[in-house]
């Protein structure tokens, strides 16, 4: 799916860059690690980027972009609301979104709105009421002509693209089953520092919370759902059965979220994938996914095995660059790329694995679309010195999947 | 393995044959059709198994019972005495019943031909042995095992028989149905073409807890609440979801060669009423103090999720645990043609369904176990169901410790081994380990 192959009809509209000229004016809402390798990823992605304002939660996040690309005071933008600010801003076209993914929806949706094209990072909802508003955006980005690319980078990666293209083309058959994994150490912590309030240390500590990051799932395995969702030609799962826990990871520091998850994703025609993600320090890494056919098999990135065996041999480039390559260019020649439902659906998939582990029930997607009712958006008017206990960590039995009306049922197993 | 799924079958054929069969040089008694019979484990699954044996032969007499507890004997000699249709085939004297943690070994000097074995998995390795050596087949419930020694023991016990025509036949009763076998001839013949995938599942609400009643000493509370001790049931994914996990081994003729797996015990650790008991549990043992009741809570997990990759490379997800939440129980196997239930059929290219008689497998692995007993063709899966045990034995390692496990270093390189010695045993000091942490050693 690279700006070539996706042709978006009927989206000549206005540009929404700087009238009579090409310059892409860059906001970056967000200035944490991820942010700040955004910001470097675009301007290095294409000739005529510049970063000409910043917002972030934190004054000490926004001060390292600030110096690499000299944004002046007025246009450097802090607090919650502050993206708020930026994306009024009119001489801005497009923005970066990184912040926390439990803020995604209402930033992408204002973003949308006040007619930003948009590049945003995966993860970009938390529970099925913020993806769902990222949906309804993303419709009305197409409808206004705007670009939309996520941080899901395997879709800009060329030997993903190249082998995606000959999975759709039927080199490993009908797909009968499929593999992917995040199984990894531990990420970094940030540790409540005296004086700091809840939202302010939940917010800095995000990782940990589900409302703010949606568990590991959702914000690091995400990349890997996303993939198998891509080589199922994007349709979605039809129901999910999870596992999960907090079995090593424990301290309080480490918020709410669990350490573990097993999904199993039921595709349509009953075929049953695996979806495995761990995060424990000193335990075995896998991070990769695997396509099964009825002729063959796939690791998704360059190598086909079986009837018609394959190997990428072409170029590689860095995803994280290309990925803002093919939005620019898209956005140039008047073709936006737009990806924010596809991301919202493969977000959709790892809120629904997560719900299902924190409840251990086994539900459909048609049930979770439609009468779930989790909703984890941040209230409008949330301040950083709010009180905002943490909620305990899922147990099975104890924790309320929303919506969910218990069944009568017999005793099994 | 396949060699096994066609003696089974072939088992079939000998038991429609009729009874005919000649009595050639078999380890029960010379000139008579009766199955001397000596039951190991009289709980409630050693009941069932017995009756199961009863009812699959007339020629079945049951003349010993031993357990660990004097009351479990008597209560089953009773119980049996008192059924009406049997109880001139229970001739169990009073000095043919035996209890205590050496039971075993007291049993196997019996004049049995046949034990049937449904202790606690834990002590199975030391306990077949000790009939093999003595000579007597064998029924033994699953899992065989609780750690790597104690399933490599069975391997060789497995051996041992097969030198001395001996039966194994073990309650992994999916083996043993009509309908399965005819399916995994298919499979096998290549109905559903590569194996490419599957599922097998066992997940189910929570289990039993039970208290320490007057008189148990700490060890006898454990063997008594068993389930809850890894060292003692495997935990769940040996104990109960390895009928599932045997279905996945049958399909691909062996085990896995590697297993990746994650899990944890949220559940257990907060269920209110468990713990309750367990603190009830404490203060019978410490004097009336609840300090320190967690290792009376059990440390097996409640959920582990597993994944299997075959020697043919295909991958295959195990689901398994206990908690509230939706039950599952089944298996599924996928091909390059077509896809089976692993039950009764197969859809795809060569699409077909089981329309023959329909058996209890929980009757007819004793038939089969006795029909070849008769016939001088002792079966024997003590090897298999051994590497069954071990394949959720390694995925339980998998999850504990957060490390790929191998098949080879699980034969060739683990020391692991949880369970007493006999000695120890006999010496009647309880045993806690620490609950798994997700990344412990490998051992």
Known sequence: MTAGTLVLSGAAGPLAYAQGSDEIRVGVVGCGGRGSGAAHNCVSSSPGVKIVALADAFEDRLRKLKTDFSVPDNRCFVGLDAYKQLLALDDINLVILATPPGFRPPQFAEAIRRGKNVFMEKPVAVCPAGAKMVIEASDLATQKGLGVVAGTQRRHQFEYVETMKRIHDGAIGDLVSAQCYWNMGGLWVSERQ??????????????????????????????????????FNDVQPEAVHGLGGRQYRTDPKYGNIFDHFGVEFTYPGDVKTISMCRQIEGTANNVSERVVGTKGWSDC?????????????????????????DLIKSIRAGKPLNEGKRIAESTLCAIMGRESAYSRQQFTRSWFMNRCTLNLVPAEGLKLSDAMPVPPAAVPGQYQLAGWVQERRGRRG | MSSQVNTISGTHAGVAAGTAAVLAGMAHAQGSDKIKVGLLGCGGRGNGALQQDLQADPGVEVIALADLFEHKVRRTRDGLMKREQIKDRIKVADD????????????????????????????????????????????????????????????????LAKEKGLAIVCGTQRRHEFSRVELMKRIHDGAIGELVGGQCYWYGEGIWFRGASEGMSELDWQCENWYHFTWLSGDQICEQHIHNIDVMNWCFDGPPAKITAVGGRQWRSSNQDQIKSAKEVCKRFNNGSEAGWEKYNGDIWDHIYAEFEYPNGARCLSFSGHSPGTGRNGEKIVGTKGTSDCRIGISGANAWKYEGEMVDGMVQEHKDLIASIRSGKPLNEGQRIAESTLTAIGARIAAYTGQVVAWDWLMNQSKQSLVPTQAELMSGKPLYHAIASGRDPMV
């Open chain 1, 194 to 231: 005296p004086g700091q309030g809840d939202v302010e240390w939940q917010i800095r500590n995000w990782l940990y919370f589900t409302w703010a990051s949606g568990d590991h799932i959702c914000e690091q395995h995400v990349h890997n759902l996303d993939v198998v969702n891509w080589a």
């Open chain 2, 96 to 159: 043919h019943m035996y209890w205590g943690y050496d039971c075993h070994e007291k049993l196997a000097q019996c004049e049995a031909d046949l034990l049937l074995m449904a202790t606690a998995p834990a002590f199975r390795g030391r306990q077949l042995m000790a009939a093999i050596k003595a000579g007597k087949h064998v029924f033994t419930e699953k899992p065989v095992g609780t750690d790597v020694a104690g399933c490599k023991e069975i391997m060789e016990a497995s051996r």
């Open chain 1, 301 to 325: 990135c360059g190598t086909i095995v079986g009837e018609n065996n394959w190997r990428y041999r072409g170029p590689r480039s860095d995803a994280y660059v290309q990925e803002h390559t």
